[in-house]
């Protein structure tokens, strides 16, 4: 069993940033790898970011590449993403998961766990 809470989402404007973290129990963490998802109103959820579990490699979407950075903290048993240069169309509920038998996948059917999700939006 692993749990997972995000926070750090809100209200920012446009080209502003943000930082989500994700805090992980149960499991040892540095044990699997993590993504992050996001949602909007009458969208699929869409990857956004993953991480190996040593941190070694990470994968961007390509709509977030050079503004999103995904970390980890295997120490802190935390994610965090990154987020620079927001659009309004960046957003969405973010969710990060954990892929327990993975690198970190794009799709979401990959992943075994999910926290609740943090509301990010951006407003111009």
């Known amino acids: 069993q692993v749990q997972l809470v995000e926070s750090g989402g809100g209200l920012v404007q446009t080209g502003g940033s943000l930082r989500l973290s994700c805090a992980a129990s149960g499991r040892t963490f540095s044990s699997y790898a993590m993504g992050w998802f996001r949602q909007a109103p009458g969208k699929e959820r869409e990857f956004v970011a993953s991480?190996?579990?040593?941190?070694?490699?990470?994968y961007c979407a390509d709509s977030v590449k050079g503004r999103f950075t995904i970390s980890r903290d295997n120490a802190k048993n935390t994610v965090y993403l990154q987020m620079n240069s927001l659009k309004s169309e960046d957003t969405a509920v973010y969710y990060c998961?954990?892929?327990?038998?993975?690198?970190?996948?794009?799709?979401?059917?990959?992943?075994?766990?999910w926290g609740q999700g943090t509301q990010v939006t951006v407003s111009s």
């Open positions: 991480i190996t579990w040593s941190g070694g490699n990470t």
């Open positions: 998961a954990a892929d327990l038998g993975g690198l970190g996948s794009w799709s979401p059917y990959e992943y075994d766990y």
